[in-house]
């Protein structure tokens, strides 16, 4: 996820394909680090959630970029989530990380359960409030520093745990 975030600060406009590629893997692997967090170590991510600052915006932050995740598994090109730098005269070396989220219409929910549309009318306008206008590396900033920082606790517990087993298992030690 690391490589995946730091990569955004070195594609250009010039690269073409690559920069939107870059942003679609970024989204990749922030979302399914998130998830696998919160599926297995979900007291760790819980409790680094509970104390970090801005609590509301890392929430919104990962919610907006799953909205970008399913929209793009349905159909959308990442080409239509972000938008070059306005106002930069030398958009060729305009670095992808400095990119904004562009607004998105509201998705048609028709086909979605109540719950699902509920859930995805949601996820949008987490999009909305934190991505829609911000930069593309703050974004990612934020979501990456916080996931960091979950990671590493999860990692602290697992190992503490560990040691409770070995120590479990061989008794007078």
């Known amino acids: ?48 959630l ?7 915006r890392i929430e919104e932050t990962l919610s907006g970029l799953r909205f970008v995740r399913n929209q793009i598994g349905q159909g959308l ?3 239509d989530f972000i938008q070059p730098t306005a106002g930069n005269p030398d958009r060729e ?6 990119w904004t989220w562009s607004p998105q219409p509201e998705p ?5 359960s109540p719950q699902g549309r509920s859930w995805e009318i949601s996820r949008y306008q987490a999009y909305q409030a934190r991505l829609a206008g911000h930069a593309v590396r703050q974004t990612f900033g934020d979501a990456a520093s916080f996931l960091m920082m979950a ?3 999860a ?7 560990l040691s409770d087993q070995a120590r479990a298992a061989r008794p007078g030690l």
């Open 50 to 56: 509970s104390q970090a600052s801005g609590r509301q």
């Open 1 to 48: 996820m690391a490589d995946a975030t730091d990569r955004l600060a070195n594609v250009t406009a010039a690269d073409g394909p690559r920069a939107f590629a870059v942003v679609s893997e970024a989204v990749w692997w922030v979302t399914i680090v998130d998830s696998t967090l919160v599926r297995y170590h979900a007291e760790a991510y819980d409790l680094v």
């Open 108 to 112: 048609a929910c028709a086909s979605l």
């Open 151 to 153: 990671a590493g606790r």
């Open 93 to 98: 070396a305009d670095c992808v990380g400095d």
């Open 155 to 161: 990692s602290t517990t697992a190992a503490g745990q």
């Open 77 to 79: 090109d990442q080409t």
